[in-house]
Structures are given as structure tokens and as C-alpha cells.
């Protein structure tokens, strides 16, 4: 079934991102990493000053990972930014610098799962891959389905309506697959779908069935007291410092006040009243990781 009304819609509604139209496939790659799990509205302006700062993946390759850990900045799992510098370094040295354009090769990049594969190689090589992303999976639930979401986890019926659903011709599957994306990100949201606005109101499934309600409640990620807090304060610290902090300085506020680069993130870390077990576990997790490092003058970013 082709549903061209969320085509002639998308030609007509789509945001208007620096990461579509004239960009990089670097910019394109750049932009679905960061992407991940975070808004546009906090993605576009450290990607805007990421292209302009690190242009090509040579430029990247090269930067050094406190430089990299710094500039992504607050956009959320620090780790996304070392998967693309380690990505970046293997474009250098396998691809001779160019992004790779097939879904195979894009796979083998460090950080690249099969989403971001799928999606690179439509909107950057305008290949006929079957991108599912969540917004495109929550279309697919409501309009084809008649459910309120799709299941909890990505299945293999799933992938295979969407494969069902991509047009034959090749440049008409990359409109479709930024269409689907594009009207599940703007109007079939999760919580409060713009059904009147829909183009294909009177084709949904789910609004035929009366709109039944999800079989499953959806649970956000808790932010507040978690371990991964505590992780997003201690990197704070870090990137606001460029000497080491001595760990005295995460433990105890009064000794905070003698790092004056870093005072203000020191004081949003101990505002949290860790405990020191979970502090403990955080700074243990972020040297595991590779997000830190501890040398003898205390907690650093990796070089």
C-alpha cells in the first residue's frame, strides 16, 4: 500500500535542518549519532559548531578525545562521542577519510548499529534501505496496525512491514523513509498525537478502531538520584576543568571552593548529597568506559 499523502505533506511540512539538503555524508553521520536518544532542539546547535570546528573526518580524527568528550558537552551518553571519534578514525584509515556509502560498510564502523546504517545510506547516498527508527515504528503501529504504539522492543514482524511498506524506486524510498520519520516526529507523537492535521487521517487503523488505548504503559528513563546523574555531574566537572581533580575535590564541598575553573559544577555535584558508594560507582564506570581517567594527580578526560 502507498500512502503518497505523507509524501506531498513532508514536501510541505518538513523542518527545515541543517543536515538535510546540501550536507556532508559526514554531517549526515554526525548528525544521526548525535541524534540518538535527544531532541533536535539540543542537537542543532552542537552540531552546527561541531561541522564548523571539525568539518571532515580527518579534521576529527585528529582532535583529541577531552577535546571531543568538551564539545559534546551536555547532549547526553558521552559515550556516542567516542563510538564516532573511533568511527572517524577508521574512515581515515579504511575509507581514505569518506564516509563509506553502503549499509555493509557503514555497519563496520565503530558506534554504527543497523538504524544508523539504514539511515546513512538513504539521506546521505539516497540508498533503498528500510530505516525504522521509533517515530517510524509508532506510524507504522497506528496507521497500518491499529495499535496505540508499537511493542516495547523492535521485532522481526515489524521489519518486515516496513520493508513491506518502502516503495520499489530508489529516490521515492529515501522520500518515503524521511516522511514516515518526519510526520511520526511532528504530528503522531507518543503522547498527544495532532490526529486533525494528519494526511492520512481517514486511512489510519488505529483511528478506525476508536483509538484504543496502548496495551502497555511506556516508562521513561528516571533522571533524578540515578547513577547516570551522578556520572553526567562528575563529567561536568571534568570538562569544566583542564588540570586534574583531585578526588578530595568530588567529596568534600569545602575543599570544592579551592578549584575556582571548576567551582560552579563541583557545587551542582555535591548539591546532589551523593552517597559515596554511588560516587564511587560512577567514577569507577567512567574510567571502565574510557570517559575518564585516573592518574596520580587525580580524575582527568582521556587524553
Known amino acids: 500500500m502507498v500512502y503518497t499523502e505523507i509524501q506531498e505533506w513532508f514536501k510541505r511540512e518538513a523542518r527545515d535542518l541543517p543536515w538535510r539538503g546540501d550536507c556532508s555524508a559526514w554531517g549526515i553521520l554526525v548528525s544521526e549519532i548525535m541524534l540518538q536518544q535527544t531532541p533536535v532542539v539540543r542537537v542543532q546547535p552542537v552540531w552546527e559548531e561541531w561541522l564548523g570546528r571539525w568539518p571532515t573526518p580527518a579534521d ?95 521485532t522481526a514482524a515489524e521489519m518486515a512491514l516496513a520493508a513491506d511498506l518502502l516503495p520499489e524506486d530508489v529516490a521515492e524510498s529515501v522520500l518515503w523513509n524521511a516522511s514516515v520519520m518526519e510526520l511520526g516526529a511532528l504530528l503522531c507523537t507518543a503522547r498527544s498525537p495532532k490526529c486533525a492535521d494528519c494526511p492520512v487521517l481517514e486511512k489510519c487503523a488505529w483511528i478506525a478502531a476508536g483509538q484504543p488505548e496502548p496495551t502497555y504503559i511506556p516508562k521513561g528513563q528516571p533522571w533524578a538520584g540515578t547513577d547516570r ?63 575518564a581517567q585516573l592518574t596520580d594527580s587525580g580524575y582527568r578526560l582521556p587524553a
Open 229 to 291: 546523574q551522578v556520572r553526567g555531574a562528575v563529567m561536568a566537572v571534568l570538562r569544566a576543568s583542564a588540570s586534574p581533580i583531585h578526588a578530595d575535590l568530588l567529596w568534600d564541598p569545602a575543599a570544592a571552593a579551592l578549584h575556582a575553573e571548576a567551582a560552579p559544577e563541583l557545587g551542582k555535584l555535591h548539591d546532589l548529597n551523593t552517597h559515596a558508594p554511588q560516587l564511587q560507582r560512577a567514577l569507577a564506570g567512567l574510567v571502565s568506559d574510557g570517559l
Open 60 to 154: 576529527f580524527a585528529a582532535a583529541p578525545a577531552a577535546d571531543v568528550l568538551r564539545a559534546w558537552g551536555k547532549l547526553g551518553y558521552p559515550r556516542r562521542a567516542l563510538r564516532l571519534h573511533a568511527a572517524a578514525m577508521e574512515i581515515v584509515e579504511k575509507h581514505r577519510g569518506a564516509v563509506p556509502d553502503t549499509y555493509d560498510e557503514l555497519l563496520e564502523l565503530p558506534g554504527v548499529g543497523t538504524y544508523t546504517a539504514a539511515a546513512v545510506a538513504a539521506f546521505a547516498f539516497g540508498r533503498r534501505t528500510t530505516v525504522v527508527d521509533t517515530n517510524i515504528r509508532r506510524v507504522h503501529a497506528r496507521l497500518v496496525i491499529g495499535q496505540a504504539l508499537p511493542a516495547p522492543a523492535l
